[in-house]
């Protein structure tokens, strides 16, 4: 059975290192290292909005998955969550719910939380599973195009 719970940086750090690692190799649609992500983790850490939102998914006491999501504040004012990407091994990824269940407490956090209505996934197109398990969960295409340009 999988059980949801903040993230504990005290605890559970080793056990995080060893599914980012895994899943940069094999899942992620961005490049980074531990390093990098550590040093966000760290700011989080220290935010209350931010680590209480950080979500690990266990299996018998075991982290199996983690997410969280990044709030955006656009020129007008508009607040957007956005929805990461969630962290699990390559092994765990598929059919077990794990994505699942971090997304549907995240989402219940956002509203609860800071009162939003709609929130944000990254999901590329070329990923079937999770563009399936997005739509499951009722979201759709945003109508809003999101276009990237390296300068």
């Given amino acids: 059975m999988i059980e949801t719970d903040r993230y504990d940086p005290r605890l559970d750090r080793e056990a995080l290192k060893e599914i980012f690692e895994d899943f940069i190799e094999n899942k992620s649609y961005f490049i980074s290292t531990w390093k990098e992500f550590e040093k966000e983790l760290n700011k989080r850490v220290l935010d209350l909005q931010y680590r209480n939102s950080m979500i690990v998914a266990k299996v018998e006491g075991e982290i199996v998955g983690w997410g969280t999501y990044t709030l955006i504040e656009d020129y007008l004012g508009n607040k957007r969550a956005l929805i990461h990407q969630i962290l699990t091994k390559k092994e765990n990824?598929?059919?077990?719910?794990?994505?699942?269940?971090?997304?549907?407490e995240l989402k219940l956090y956002i509203k609860r939380t800071l009162n939003l209505d709609k929130v944000f996934l990254i999901c590329q197109d070329s990923d079937s599973a999770l563009r399936n398990l997005v739509m499951k969960l009722g979201a759709k295409k945003s109508k809003d195009f999101w276009y990237e340009n390296e300068i």
Avoid: H, L, P
């Fill in 93 to 104: 990824s598929y059919r077990k719910g794990i994505e699942e269940q971090i997304i549907r």
